[in-house]
């Protein structure tokens, strides 16, 4: 979503990254976004990998670092989920660091980073707040752990940050599928024999696209952590 908004503005070259171009079923969609042909510039990266990194951010001002990994499964506790979250925030805000154009950073970290966990009574939170839980989930830890080392690199980099901390997404999904929209397709399916009563907070992934393009472009979203959400559903 944010690199088919990002095309349609007409006002910039993108630089996307791919596991491998050979995945038609993930790169074909991406290659007929509007402008794409002429503005979209697909580089083969690997979160887990440093190769190809420093081509990817060559001559950007901006970098939006979106991806995250999220192994499912038995593979998804601990250490498993966290380091692999922080060093792929490493990997990319490094070669931001050498590139030397980048002017601004915009990572996509998690409302689970600010809330930790369900809540005796309502609170407000705010971008000031951090999840210090030590019982969270490891995708909340490992959203605390990725934020926290993005915030340390940019402190000694000459790029600014800003972060965006989205409630659940849900929405269109444009390519592949979406980590947060399998909840809603197991409710539908059938694929849970008992559903308790849940609170899910929500947000459109459309809204959260626009969010990082504003991050981009708004001076005063430098060194902010920005909370984007949209409605509450039991």
Known sequence: HITQRLLNTDRFIVHGTVRTRTNRKRVKPVTKFRNAINNLKLFECDLHLDAN????????KYVI???S???EGKGSKGKNVVEPAVECTKRVLEACKRAGTVKRVIMTSSIS???GGIQADSKHYTGDEWN?????DPYSLSKVMAERTAWEIAQNADFELAVINPTMCIGPILVGECTSMLLVKRILEGGYTMLPKIYLPLVDVRDVADAHIAAMLIPEA???RIIVHGCNYW
């Open 53 to 60: 990194w420093d081509r990817a951010v060559q001559d950007c």
């Open 65 to 67: 670092h979106v991806a």
């Open 69 to 71: 990994p999220l192994p």
């Open 113 to 115: 980073a600010i809330s």
């Open 132 to 136: 210090f839980n030590k019982s969270s």
């Open 222 to 224: 430098r060194g902010k």
